[in-house]
Each structure stands twice: as structure tokens, then as C-alpha cells.
Nanobody
Framework: QVQLVESGGGLVQPGGSLRLSCAAS????????MGWYRQAPGKQRELVAT????????NYVDSVKGRFTISRDNAKNTVYLQMDSLKPEDTAVYYC?????????WGQGTQVTVSS
């Protein structure tokens, strides 16, 4: 089993920044993909950014490229999402995800609200 604990959400004005953190614990294999998804009211959950454990390669949804950065601290089994130049359309519940093999693990979600 894997446990994911997220932190860092909140209310921010347009153009502002937030950093989300996701700490993983439990039975984590060497090879996995860790990332962030989000779900806005009335919309499907969508991929925001992912990072592969082996290579560190990253992937972003087009709408956040150049504004969001995913990074990790291997010693702490923690992944971060730095969100800059936030827009109202970034408002959503953000979920941390870890995928290893055929198993998906999810965090509890953290609310990000971008509003003036």
C-alpha cells in the first residue's frame, strides 16, 4: 500500500503563485510515475503534470506549460507542483497520483482557488 499526503492549496489572486507538495510513504517500488491531476466543478479530472521516477522526465498539459513546474525530492519521497501566473481557470481540486505497475494511488485532494 502507498499513502499520499498533499498540502499547499489555498486562495490566491490571479497572477499569483502556489506550491503543492505530496509526500509518499509505504511500499514504493523503484519504478513509478508520480504526478498531479485536477478536477474543476462539473468537469472531468484531467492530467496536469507527471514525472517518471527513473528518468525524471516530465509531461504537462498544454494549458499549464510555461507556468507550472513539477519537481521531486527523492530523499523525502515528495513531489512538488510549483504553480506560477495562476489564472481563474486553474481553480480546481488538485490530486496527487502515484502509479506503479497496474496500481493507482491517490491523495485526498487539495483545493486551489484563483480569484480576486
Amino acid at each position: 500500500q502507498v499513502q499520499l499526503v498533499e498540502s499547499g492549496g489555498g486562495l490566491v489572486q490571479p497572477g499569483g503563485s502556489l506550491r503543492l507538495s505530496c509526500a509518499a510513504s509505504g511500499s514504493i517500488f523503484p519504478l513509478y510515475v508520480m504526478g498531479w491531476y485536477r478536477q474543476a466543478p462539473g468537469k472531468q479530472r484531467e492530467l496536469v503534470a507527471t514525472m517518471f521516477s527513473s528518468s525524471g522526465s516530465t509531461n504537462y498539459v498544454d494549458s499549464v506549460k510555461g507556468r507550472f513546474t513539477i519537481s521531486r525530492d527523492n530523499a523525502k519521497n515528495t513531489v512538488y507542483l510549483q504553480m506560477d501566473s495562476l489564472k481563474p481557470e486553474d481553480t480546481a481540486v488538485y490530486y496527487c497520483n502515484l502509479r506503479q505497475g497496474h496500481l493507482d494511488y491517490w491523495g485526498q485532494g487539495t483545493q486551489v482557488t484563483v480569484s480576486s
